[in-house]
């Protein structure tokens, strides 16, 4: 374990290089050549991947919020790096097609859910509308939304998740204005509603199938696929559909065959294993009849949050290239094999598109180290017998028998907190030997940490020395996955990447749950529990980047401790700009107001209850009209205010 606990651990603030700071968060590891660190030791975001000719200086752009005085944490957006991830993704299609001499089109699909922000939606369409990249939508709202935004006639639309009839005369009034919007059967029941409102409505719908298929993704999401899986028609309704659809004279309506094996497939094995089963049915479809235009292949195309390039559900074990590859191959072949034409090729791609272009910006805003605190262990007279036991252990102590005084101590402290219920020790007793504790843990590490073999028992005890930074955000409403699934996101400080970090700490937030932290880092070799950080100093505050949230993370967030969302600024890159780009927009987080509001409080009442005991003190002398007036403005102002702590580590710091 390298990157171990501590406080002190070295004197000399040596300068850094930006390869150590690299080795250590791994920014060129997950960050698809988006991201750097330039001279003065500053994350920077290059837009143009790879390409440092236009450099965004995150530290500039928390500098230009706070002279707008928007408070943190916040969302950044960089929306450059959203345009160029579509890009990247029909290039990589378009590249492979060319390449295989492949006679279909790719024509992919954003799937709004991974991000349904208005401002994504667009910039993904207008990104796309050179290569007619459309949408998807899985539920009624997201297709009110979706029928508002895609408006290019060649691009397509398609409605997954379970529809009721609303949601299918909206894809009907969506074929009525000729979009290309194809109804996914998911299950055998919505077939016979489509039939009916379509002879109701007059209109021939598009209609596509949903295959359940047998291979499962590896990984979080692998239950979206295998006999268990809710959505999915099997082959024998698959069957059934297809003559149904015959019978009725609209066998040339069915246009897509789909499947989706999960997200974040980590092992392009399960990617290929899909892909295979699904030509196969498709081919054997087309020879029953159906001209099919469409191969979908789903959402999957993973990214790489630990930068690992493995197999670890937070990783992923393949390119956007490779993933284009083995499905325009995969499909060429089977095609090929059995006289069918080749279909186009749809990805309803999502995380692969946004997860890179946002990251929340948090504030540092204390410290928690139960290893830190100064309280005396003097001896005094009549002291018990167990506190004169610990301090001999502290004294004891050295590098032959560390492991032995560990143990004894371990085990000393239980005793003392056994000693302490039953009354035998004091309170103040207890506090001396608990000091003691933490300070050979702390010896313990210094003598261990750097030595070749650090034997087993020492890792906990570097997990229990280590501090935990406290950061102004809610895992819930911003990392919601590293709560739920134990999905890693990449944390790093945005400054002072040129100093090195002399302690490592894990991540607590300001919610009132011992589980709203981040404890799971990308390490120099693994995952770690731990990350290192920089001390914390006097006056200035100190800034950590949660990195790759616009996949999910930014739209999944809750109303938990009612903290709601979170300021957010759009970030875009302009060359011509002394500082390389410009806030285009800043949206403002949630005011206690409106999260109480959703909440059915109403906020002018509670107001007004308040000033009314407010106003009964004034009445009884206790506080004087003055103060009242303001105690009432006060109250006021809060309802009105950020949810977020509007706290400084600067100004908490005495
Ligand atoms: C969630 C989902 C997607 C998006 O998957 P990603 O792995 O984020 O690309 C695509 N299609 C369907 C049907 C989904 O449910």
């Given at each position: 374990m390298e990157n171990g606990a501590g406080t002190e651990v070295s004197s000399d603030l040596k300068k850094w290089t930006t390869q150590e700071a690299d080795s250590i968060y791994g920014h060129s590891r997950w960050g698809e050549g988006f991201f750097d660190i330039n001279d003065k030791g500053h994350l920077v975001v290059l837009p143009n991947k790879n390409s440092k000719d236009i450099q965004i200086d995150v530290y500039e752009v928390i500098e230009e919020m706070k002279a707008q005085k928007l408070a943190f944490p916040a969302v950044i957006r960089f929306h450059d790096i959203l345009r160029s991830q579509v890009k990247n993704l029909n290039r990589a299609f378009r590249e492979v097609i060319e390449e295989a001499e492949y006679e279909g089109r790719y024509i992919g699909v954003y799937?709004?859910?991974?991000?349904?922000l208005r401002e994504v939606v667009e910039e993904v369409v207008d990104a796309g509308s050179p290569y007619d990249f459309g949408l998807e939508a899985g539920s009624k709202p997201e297709l009110l939304a979706v029928m508002a935004l895609n408006t290019n006639h060649q691009a397509l639309t398609i409605l997954n998740g379970y529809k009721d009839e609303d949601y299918m005369r909206l894809a009907l009034l969506g074929r009525q204005l000729d979009r290309s919007m194809i109804v996914v059967i998911e299950k055998t029941s919505e077939l016979h509603t489509l039939l009916r409102l379509s002879k109701e409505m007059g209109v021939r719908p598009l209609i596509g199938i949903r295959g359940k298929m047998s291979i499962k993704g590896f990984g979080?999401?692998?239950?979206?696929?295998?006999?268990?899986?809710?959505?999915g028609l099997t082959m024998a309704e698959i069957i059934n559909v297809v003559n149904t659809l015959k019978a009725e004279g609209l066998g040339d309506c069915l246009k897509l065959f789909h499947f989706h094996i999960g997200s974040?497939?980590?092992?392009i094995r399960a990617v290929k294993d899909a892909v295979n089963e699904g030509v196969r049915i498709y081919s054997e479809l087309y020879k029953m009849g159906i001209p099919f235009e469409y191969f979908d292949v789903g959402g999957g195309l993973g990214v790489d949050y630990d930068g690992s390039n493995s197999t670890s559900i937070s990783s992923k074990n393949y390119s956007m290239t490779e993933y284009a590859s083995d499905i325009v191959y995969g499909v060429k072949q089977v095609c090929d094999l059995a006289g069918v034409p080749h279909p186009n090729i749809v990805s309803e791609s999502g995380r692969a598109i946004t997860a890179h272009h946002s990251c929340v910006i948090t504030n540092v805003i204390g410290k928690i180290d139960p290893a830190n605190v100064a309280f005396s262990t003097r001896k005094v007279t009549g002291e018990h017998v167990l506190v004169a036991n610990m301090r001999d252990l502290d004294e004891y102590l050295s590098e032959k028998n560390m492991q032995e005084v560990w143990n004894d101590a371990s085990k000393l402290k239980d005793d003392c907190l056994n000693a302490f219920q039953l009354g035998v020790l004091s309170l103040e007793e207890r506090a001396k030997v608990e000091t003691l504790y933490w300070q050979i843990a702390k010896k313990i590490y210094l003598l261990a940490k750097d030595k070749e073999q650090i034997p087993e028992i020492f890792s906990s005890l570097f997990d229990l020395i280590s501090s935990q930074y406290l950061c102004n955000f809610s895992v819930f409403q911003s990392a919601a996955d590293s709560w739920a699934i134990r999905q890693l996101l990449p944390v790093m400080p945005v400054h002072r990447l040129d100093e090195k970090p002399l302690s490592s700490s894990a991540l607590a937030d300001i919610t009132c749950d011992s589980d709203g932290k981040i404890d799971q880092f990308i390490g120099a070799d693994g995952i770690c529990k731990t990350i290192p950080l920089h001390d914390l100093k006097d006056g200035e505050d100190y800034y950590l980047g949660i990195f790759m949230?616009?996949?999910?993370q930014d739209v999944m967030g809750d109303m938990h401790n009612l903290f709601g969302r979170l300021n957010e600024v759009h970030v875009f890159a302009d060359d011509d700009d002394p500082t390389d780009f410009y806030i285009e927009e800043t949206i403002r987080g949630s005011s206690s107001r409106q999260v109480l509001s959703t909440m059915q409080y109403n906020p002018d009442f509670m107001a007004a209850t308040v000033k009314r005991s407010i106003d009964g003190q004034v009445k009884r002398g206790k506080v004087t009209p003055r103060q009242g007036v303001k105690l009432v403005d006060f109250y006021e102002e809060c309802l009105d205010s950020y949810t977020y702590l509007s706290m400084q580590y600067n100004r908490q710091n005495p």
């Open positions: 799937p709004i859910k991974v991000n349904q979080k999401w692998e239950n979206s696929s295998g006999d268990r899986a809710k959505f974040q497939i980590s092992n949230t616009g996949a999910y």
